[in-house]
């Protein structure tokens, strides 16, 4: 086999083992704090220790994961200051993508977002948070698309996994999920009309309400465990909004 091929194979499975260990940190099944079992993950996904820590080192670069010497990889903690950090930039990315979608959307790509909305929309109707989320993050990843920026794209995708994650630290109340659900409607509605002005503006309070949401959620844990607000959550990784 050509030794190019060779790399190519290597290379998706280092890719598609970062995706794995992404989506266990996302999701809160390595919560924050926890060492990373390296030989655990090894013997459950059949791989070797080479594209485990190559997929540690790209999570690393996204801050999911902290990397010690000698002693292995750490999940991040999730900190206020990293919030504060990571939500305006995401916020200016996001609204960044509706301006450019409204300019260079298809049909077929409206027609995608317009089923993935009416499939969160269902979602939230049931109370079935998990598929809500599931739906809610096509739509921004069809927005995204849409824009055919490459450039952005991987700028946003970047940071994009550090805010699916904080929102596991943040209580749901019936009224953020309907303001949210809310806000959807009118993200819809601006995508339909190709007006990039206001898409840009509602994307962007949709992540300084989803901040705003998860701070007060992140103070809690922390005054309830007897520490410091604006500093680090362990173990309090709960359902979202």
């Not at 704090?33 to 080479?50: H, I, M, N, Q």
């Not at 690393?60 to 991040?76: F, M």
């Not at 609204?95 to 979608?101: H, I, R, W």
């Not at 027609?111 to 599931?134: P, Q, V």
Request: include cysteine.
């Amino acid at each position: 086999m050509p030794e190019p091929f060779k790399a190519l194979q290597r290379k998706t499975l280092h890719e598609e083992l970062t995706q794995v260990l992404r989506d266990l940190i996302v999701h809160g099944d390595l919560g924050p704090g926890v060492k990373v079992p390296e030989k655990d993950l090894c013997e459950a996904y059949g791989v070797s220790r080479t594209p485990l820590r190559e997929a540690l080192k790209v999570l690393a670069s996204e801050g999911l994961v902290v990397l010690e010497p000698n002693r292995g990889a750490r999940v991040s903690r999730i900190t206020q200051q990293d919030l504060d950090e990571v939500f305006p930039v995401m916020g200016a990315l996001e609204a960044l993508a509706g301006e450019l979608a409204c300019r260079n959307i298809t049909p077929a790509e409206l027609e995608e977002i317009r089923r993935h909305h009416e499939a969160m929309l269902a979602h939230y109707r049931a109370g079935d948070l998990s598929g809500y989320y599931a739906a809610n993050q096509s739509i921004h990843e069809g927005i995204l698309g849409a824009a055919k920026n490459p450039t952005l794209a991987a700028h946003y995708r970047s940071l994009s996994a550090r805010v699916q994650r904080a929102r596991y630290v943040a209580n749901t109340t019936p009224d953020r999920w309907a303001q949210a659900v809310e806000e959807h409607e009118r993200i819809m509605a601006h995508l339909t009309a190709r007006d990039g002005i206001k898409l840009a503006a509602i994307l962007r309070r949709h992540l300084e309400n989803k901040l705003r949401a998860v701070s007060q959620s992140l103070a809690g844990a922390e005054q309830a465990e007897g520490r410091p607000t604006r500093r680090t959550t362990e173990d309090c990784i709960q359902s979202g909004g």
